[in-house]
């Protein structure tokens, strides 16, 4: 018998029983569009967790530091495990290793007009900068003058330096232009101090520099990233600019050897390593503290928060499976029952000398069918409320504190859900389909 005539044979046996075979395939219908469901939960919840850590920063990079810097290495020669130009050469040959910028941060003093606020600048590399997302401006040039990126929170920290008020006393941001006022710039901060107090020890005011904007870190004063919160520059252009400024004296935050001189070189308080790939950050985090430095990165964080949404996703999977088991256990029912009211019509088919397989097909394709028609409108209910929790009830806001969607229905899982629902359906036939081919037939004639 041909494939399309079983179909049409399957398809007529069921509107027959348009009752029963409704109710069915309601079950159906509840089971798979509860696992879509669940399992749509887990995917948007694991995809605003990601999102949630790449607003924090790149999830590519890792964050190192040396301990002999703060003053906590055991080691009896502290200076090898210092960060220094050699030591990012050593990092960029680790395999999966795009990139090294090493960090150089020095505190300064900012002014423009009436406002003023204390601050760290920090020097990174270009390949640094350039991943730095711009709300104005552009990353500097290599080569060009000092020029400063401004995080997007810097603006909250300065205050009028007459009545000492900042935007925490007013609820005003200061009126500070980054772009087209220039800001002046003072580094050697301890003399600055000095000069303001009076007496005998009084000194003479340090330089100001002025020193232009290069651009302003995109979002609000309401909007976090791992760029915020800081001021940045070109290293190079740091470390020139301070040795103009210090010559020969000791640079503040430089560490100095045992005689208290300063080393002939810039040490580095921390690194950034760039990866290749998220799946590599963990391999190349563990030989970077194979080597004897601290690091953290947001892979790391992201691993352990995986495992829980993991659990939770397997949770929510379960709880719908459930519905889908007593589906298939109303498919199996529905089919045994089809047998017993057509047990003639199996005995006659028999006896016309129908080849078993196709008696066992037909019972197959219309539990097959039963799981289809129900996988398919499961689909579409599991697409409504999944819409509907996305676009009117926030659910990813009051769960994780971020916009997006909390539901997420991928390709694979619509196909997969259909698919499962007819293998779910042919399971569930199964055992009436092989019952149906072991009749007798001459039993089945003569049952009434």
């Keep these: 018998m041909r494939f399309l005539d079983l179909l049409i044979m399957s398809v007529n046996n069921l509107r027959r029983r348009k009752l029963r075979t409704a109710l069915t395939v309601l079950g159906v219908i509840i089971g798979v569009a509860s696992v879509v469901i669940m399992v749509s939960l887990g995917i948007g919840l ?38 220094t130009d050699d030591v990012m050469d050593r990092f ?24 003023e606020t204390s601050v ?50 007013t609820g005003e ?51 976090y990233s791992s760029y915020a919160y800081s001021v940045y520059t070109d290293i190079e252009a740091l470390k020139t600019q301070l040795k103009q400024i210090y010559k020969k004296n000791p640079i503040p935050d430089q560490p100095t050897n045992k005689k208290g001189k300063p080393y002939p070189y810039f040490i580095y308080q921390q690194a950034v390593v760039f990866v290749d790939d998220m799946a590599n950050v963990l391999d190349v985090q563990q030989t970077l503290n194979d ?51 057509r047990t003639k019509e199996i005995g006659v088919i028999k006896v016309l000398g129908c080849d078993m397989g196709n008696i066992r097909n037909m019972f197959l394709m219309e539990s097959g069918f039963i799981g289809f028609m129900g996988g398919v409108a499961g689909l579409a209910i599991s697409y409504t409320v999944s819409y509907v929790m996305n676009n009117y009830l926030g659910i990813g ?19 997969s859900a259909v698919v499962f629902a007819i293998l779910v359906g042919m399971v569930a036939g199964f055992f009436p389909s092989l019952r149906a081919m072991r009749l007798s037939p001459l039993a089945a004639i003569r049952n009434e």
């Design 46 to 83: 694991n995809a605003l967790m990601l999102e949630q850590y790449a607003s924090y920063g790149d999830m590519t990079t890792i964050n190192v530091y040396s301990d002999s810097y703060y003053g906590f290495s055991n080691s009896d020669d502290t200076e090898a495990d210092f960060l």
């Design 92 to 115: 960029k040959r680790i395999n999966h290793v795009e990139g090294v910028s090493p960090m150089l941060s020095t505190y300064v003093i900012m002014k423009q007009g009436i406002y």
């Design 120 to 169: 760290s600048i920090t020097g990174v590399s270009k390949e640094y900068l350039e991943k730095i997302p711009l709300a104005e401006g552009q990353a500097p040039e290599e080569g060009d003058e000092m020029k400063l990126i401004y995080g997007n929170w810097i603006i909250q920290r300065f205050h009028n330096s007459k009545t000492g008020e900042g935007y925490w006393d």
């Design 173 to 223: 941001l200061p009126d500070i232009d980054y772009m087209n006022k220039p800001m002046f710039v003072i580094f050697d901060t301890n003399a600055y101090y000095q000069s303001q107090g009076g007496g005998d020890n009084q000194v003479k005011p340090p330089k100001k520099y002025m020193i232009n904007a290069a651009g302003v870190v995109e979002g609000g004063i309401d909007d």
């Design 291 to 341: 080597m004897g430095y601290q690091t953290d990165s947001q892979m790391q964080w992201i691993q352990q928060s995986q495992q829980t949404f993991d659990v939770i996703q397997l949770v929510l999977g379960g709880i719908g499976a459930i519905s889908l088991f007593v589906a298939a256990i109303g498919i199996a029912n529905t089919m045994m029952m089809s047998i017993y009211e």
């Design 397 to 415: 806001q009051i769960m994780m504190g971020v916009e997006g969607n909390i539901s997420r229905i991928p390709l694979w899982l619509s196909a």
